[in-house]
């Protein structure tokens, strides 16, 4: 499957403490090799990587790897210290309360706790605070819930996600990341799995563990999201295929073991046509082939399957808000402020 993209509105929430304690919001942007004007653009994404060199900019300029959203920083360098004291865990359900714990020393405002009832487990966050950011209880679940999946080398299901907080504008995203079960405005956060998963065992050594802090977090922000669903499914399926053998809807239902109606039921509820999905995997795909390539704009348009430059042209300013052009120079004037 082709990476995925984040929205431009995660970079923003990202520096929101830091632009408010003056931080020069530009002069990190260019650090992380990201172009201030795209935050000018709701459209805009950018690739994982891009968001991981942002994490680790804020986390070296705020000596805080929660990015200032809790009354007591994260120091830079806890989140290596808590990875390496997980990896002699006995089970994921061990490693997960560690690392609970461990949070709960490092931050004063949300504690982090397991819970286990049943057949659920749950990573359950308790915040002092009266109006805590979504985004800082996003945050740590991404955080924990992509820990337990590399850990056991597996991505784990997500039966439920809850916030304490009303649903957010960018939705869609959160779908993105934690599938469809979410709830807002509960009595409080948490984040479930199956509760056999904690029996899983810890496969990591500490080997991996360097190569997987050289490229945290960007190979976890994306790899571990939500793997339930059509759409995952159906991403996977095309991501495989090249476009010009995409299939149509009832080909595509067939090959997913399903009947046409019961395939846009699924979708429909997923919040999604199959429209939706090709179009924002072919967005995807463009903006890692314009940023992570120096191939032809034309070159890129043909092989999505566009006929017409102008076509595409039209399509990618929908999708992000600029001309491919303007994205692939905007990505490039980044990387070189950067330098």
Known sequence: MTKGTISISFVEEALLEASQRGFEVSTLLAQAGLNPAWLGTPQARVLPEQYGALWHVLAAALDDEFFGMDSHPMRYGSFAMMCH??????????ALERATRFLSLVLDDSRSVLV??????????HDRRAHPRIF?????????????????????????????????????????????NIRFAQPGSALSLENKALTLPIIRNGRALTEFLRKA???????????????IRIRNLLSATPFDDWPVFGDLAARLRTTESTLRRRLESEGISFQEVKDDLRRDLAINLLCNSARPVEDIALELGFKENSAFYRAFKKWTGLSPGSYRATKLQGLQSSQ
Not at 156 to 164: D, G, H, N, Y
Not at 217 to 231: D, H, I, S, T
């Open 136 to 180: 800082a209880h996003g945050t740590l679940f991404v955080i924990l819930y992509g820990l337990a999946c590399w850990l056991t080398g597996r991505r784990l299901v997500i039966k439920e996600v809850s916030f304490v907080q009303s649903s957010p504008e960018n939705l869609a995203e959160y779908h993105l990341i934690f599938g469809q």
């Open 217 to 231: 977090p960007a190979n976890f922000l994306v790899k571990f999201r939500n793997g339930e669903g059509y759409v």
């Open 85 to 94: 004291s997980l990896l002699d865990c006995r089970n994921l359900g061990h």
């Open 116 to 125: 286990a009832d049943g057949m659920t487990a749950q990573l359950q966050l």
